[in-house]
Nanobody, 121 residues
């Protein structure tokens, strides 16, 4: 069982920055793909970015050039640096992990509880 705990959300003005963190329990982190998703009320959860255990990355088009996903295997932590934030980035952000399987993952094994990001205009 893997537990994922997100932090770093909050309220920020448009154009500002936030860095989300997700700490994972267990010993499989370094061999897991880690993804950041977001969801707003009434919409499906959307993949924002994912990083593989070889540091390959994939981003949704809407965040390319603004968001950066990274990982620190020594700390079992994945980060999402979000710059030039826009009101449409407001959502609950979730991290998720996937051990093994194809790249990029089609499904994830474990999910965090989420952290709220609100961008004011």
């Amino acid at each position: 069982q893997v537990q994922l705990v997100e932090s770093g959300g909050g309220l920020v003005q448009a154009g500002g920055s936030l860095r989300l963190s997700c700490v994972a329990s267990g010993s499989t982190f370094s061999k897991s793909a880690m993804g950041w998703f977001r969801q707003t009320s009434g919409k499906e959860r959307e993949l924002v970015a994912v990083i593989g255990f070889h540091d390959d990355t994939v981003y949704v088009d809407s965040v390319k050039g603004r968001f950066t996903i990274s990982r620190d295997n020594a700390k079992n932590t994945v980060y999402l640096q979000m710059n030039s934030l826009k009101p449409e980035d407001s959502a609950v952000y979730y991290c998720a992990s996937r051990w093994g399987g194809r790249w990029p993952p089609l499904e994830y094994d474990y999910w965090g509880q989420g952290t709220q990001v609100t961008v004011s205009s």
